[in-house]
């Protein structure tokens, strides 16, 4: 019997019924393939083989507080026994808009939906009503979700991304409409000078910018000193909005996100992930002006599952368990985050590896190459992904579990022992690549 041979059979099993034996495709990549998990507490998780592992990948960053933490899991029990969806209102909705409006610099107004996607779907639509312009501008190598409009230069190949000064627009799926590339120009991430160049013209066209404020999803890379700012003057130069795509930002760099960690203020942006720790609800958020066209019924959004009782449960407990931290959690978590970097940093030099560890601490990335940087989407095809797929590999059989494309998140629930415990297996990896 193999470590992972329950899984295994288990996967074979879900590949008869479920396509690919996933519900979403970002599972099928899981090295040696995708595993079943039966229990999950603080910062541990427990495969359906009785394997332990500490878990960095917070199921893609939601469970901010770790695990199970009983004031969340406590609050989502008891609320849900008196009603699970009314499809109608119920005044704790409203307690967590007030809580988000308090909290995020730019919420004026919100709305909430499941999903990442729908509430970056429905901020693209605002966005256009709000201008009368057809177009949104994105960088290259950023994930806003998985829809049509959304799923734009996600992960383009070196053959298919053309010129950096101006990239090609790639489709991310087979069957996307592709009128979603039409409806959008695409710019590398970081570099102010082709922003400005290209809404000098095209300004009569473009609705808003769109952006992660950290580049997360890919090589996590933060806005060069300057950036965010000069979007945010291009915005109000040229009359587009300024979009954050907060879904991983939010209540993990500050209690207001990156907006608040970097002092730059959208016109609109999103939220979800660390919200609920790990309960389906996401939000968009914005100024008055903007969302006003959503209050007046003249820009639609729906959703029979919006605002249910346990998802607005779950919030409202995980924002109080923050709030209730202060300064204090966000201090913990940085340094945390800082103590792994510096100690996988440290681990790969003592193997003789090339190693780059970059981020802000709550979460980053780690790639195996040369460079001393990586300002872009296209710096990040640098990186030896094969070599990190056998770290990974190596990685799991010491009990610790990791996102395959180098994405490290840090919960509230991890210790120092459990980072020392960490970095102990990575030295070990490390010197067995
Ligand atoms: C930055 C960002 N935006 C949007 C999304 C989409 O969110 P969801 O998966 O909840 O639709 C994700 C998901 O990983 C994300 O990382």
Redesign the pocket.
């Known amino acids: 019997m193999g470590r992972y041979s329950k899984s295994k059979e288990l996967h074979d099993r879900a590949c008869g019924s479920i396509a690919g034996g996933v519900n979403s495709h970002l599972r099928a990549h899981q090295v040696p393939h995708p595993l079943f998990f039966c229990r999950a507490a603080g910062a541990r998780v427990w495969d359906a083989d009785g394997n332990e592992f500490l878990d960095y990948t917070l199921s893609?960053g939601p469970m901010i507080l770790g695990h199970s933490p009983p004031a969340v899991v406590d609050r989502v029990s008891a609320a849900m026994r008196q009603g699970q969806l009314f499809a109608a209102q119920h005044e704790a909705e409203v307690t967590l808009a007030e809580k988000l409006c308090d909290s995020i610099p730019c919420a004026e107004l919100v709305r909430l939906s499941l999903?990442?996607?729908e509430a970056?779907h429905v901020a693209l639509r605002l966005a256009r009503a709000v201008t009368g312009r057809p177009l949104f501008l994105r960088f290259e190598g950023h994930?806003?979700?998985?829809l049509d409009d959304l799923a734009v230069s996600v992960s383009p190949t070196p053959d298919q991304h053309g010129p950096r000064e101006n990239p090609a627009r790639v489709a991310w799926s087979a069957g996307q409409r592709a009128s979603a590339l039409e409806d959008c120009v695409v710019l590398p991430w970081n570099d102010l000078d082709l922003v400005r160049r290209m809404l000098e013209r095209r300004a009569d066209d473009i609705a808003a910018i769109i952006t992660?404020p950290v580049m997360?999803?890919r090589g996590c890379v933060p806005p060069e000193p300057g950036f965010l700012e000069g979007l945010r003057k291009l915005c109000d130069q040229y009359g587009a909005l300024l979009i954050f795509?907060e879904?991983?930002t939010g209540f993990r760099l500050a209690r207001g996100g990156a907006q608040e960690f970097y002092g730059v203020t959208p016109d609109l942006a999103t939220v979800?992930k660390a919200m609920a720790n790990g309960f389906p609800i996401?939000a968009l958020t914005g100024r008055r002006k903007a969302m006003e066209l959503l209050a007046r019924g003249m820009v639609m959004h729906g959703g029979t599952g919006n605002a249910n009782i346990m998802s607005v449960a779950a919030a409202l407990a995980t924002l109080e368990e923050i709030e209730k931290g202060g300064r204090e959690f966000y201090r913990r978590l940085f340094a945390r985050g800082q103590h792994l970097m510096d100690g996988l940093r440290a681990a790969a030099k003592s193997a003789g590896l090339s190693v780059l560890v970059q981020g802000p601490g709550p979460m980053f990335h780690m790639g195996f190459t040369p460079l001393r940087r990586v300002v872009d989407y296209r710096g990040t095809l640098r990186y030896d992904r094969a070599k990190y797929n056998r770290f990974c590999a190596a990685m799991l059989d010491r009990g610790v579990w990791l996102i395959g494309r180098g994405f490290w998140y840090v919960s509230a629930a991890h210790t120092d022992q459990d980072i020392e415990q960490t970095v102990a297996a990575a030295a070990e990896a490390l010197k067995k690549l």
């Not at 994930?143 to 998985?146: A, D, Q």
């Open positions: 893609q999903s990442g996607s970056n994930y806003h979700g998985w992660e997360c999803n795509d879904i991983i979800g996401s």
